[in-house]
């Protein structure tokens, strides 16, 4: 099946630092993946679509210059969180959808997830 | 009014109990419907779909009624490795746009003990 990997798994730093966290799609081509945030008990929240070769759409109030998307091939995106702070702490999850699943109604695959835990 | 709700729970059963999960949503536009797994800290994973003919996998069976925006989820002969939380999730297309998002429950948990 598919197969989305994501990377890296665990992230602790120091407040004010930049992390880039990697998504990938290892056995397929993805036109678009998705970016979301998961707070403790919480849902998954949507923070941005990212389209390759094109500019991420963000959801509202997520702040595009905080949280950059580069989605540079069918296979890679990325996001940065650029000067962490403390709030930011939390679990980011990508996924992906396959090149010929374009019609939405297909359910997308997602990676195992990023904590991220900024001091 | 949230997209999907559901009831957080949580659900404690011993093993071998059915039990069912109830969600609803708001957006009649909404498109396609699945139910996710998550375990603690870990990424959701499909479940599987939901399909308005109802359609069972196993020991869950999933139910669409499209006329009342209501999905469920039945897990019959309860497992420990069910022990987990359901998340209720919907598809829908933006508007002019071709493809769908996702939005999701908050989720339900069950604990299913010896």
């Known amino acids: 099946g598919a197969v989305v990997s994501q990377h890296p798994s665990r992230v602790i730093c120091k407040s004010g630092t930049s992390v880039k966290i990697e998504c990938r799609s290892l056995d397929f081509q993805a036109t678009t993946m998705f970016w979301y945030r998961q707070f403790p008990k919480k849902s998954l929240m949507l923070m941005a679509t990212?389209?390759?070769?094109?500019?991420?759409?963000?959801e509202q109030g997520v702040e595009k210059d905080k949280f950059l998307i580069n989605h540079a091939s069918l296979t890679l995106s990325t996001l940065t969180v650029t000067s962490a702070h403390p709030e930011d702490s939390s679990f980011y999850i990508c996924?992906?959808?396959?090149?010929?699943?374009?019609?939405?109604?297909?359910?997308?695959?997602f990676g195992d997830g990023t904590r991220l835990s900024i001091l | 009014r949230k997209e999907v709700e559901q009831d957080p729970g949580p659900f404690n059963v011993p093993e071998g109990a059915t039990v069912a999960f109830n969600c609803t949503y708001s957006?009649?536009?909404?498109?396609?419907f699945f139910w996710y797994r998550q375990d603690c800290r870990k990424e959701p994973k499909l479940l599987m779909s939901v399909y308005s003919s109802g359609n069972e996998d196993g020991r869950f069976t999933a139910q669409l009624n499209r006329a009342s925006q209501y999905i469920s989820l039945l897990i019959r002969d309860s497992k420990l490795s069910d022990s987990a939380t359901y998340l209720c999730?919907?598809?829908?297309?933006?508007?002019?746009?071709?493809?769908?998002?996702?939005?999701f429950g908050r989720g339900t948990q069950l604990t299913v003990w010896p």
């Open positions: 996924s992906a959808i396959a090149l010929r699943q374009t019609s939405g109604n297909q359910p997308q695959h």
């Open positions: 999730v919907v598809n829908r297309r933006g508007r002019g746009s071709t493809l769908g998002r996702l939005y």
């Open positions: 990212s389209n390759e070769g094109s500019k991420a759409t963000y």
């Open positions: 957006n009649s536009a909404s498109q396609s």
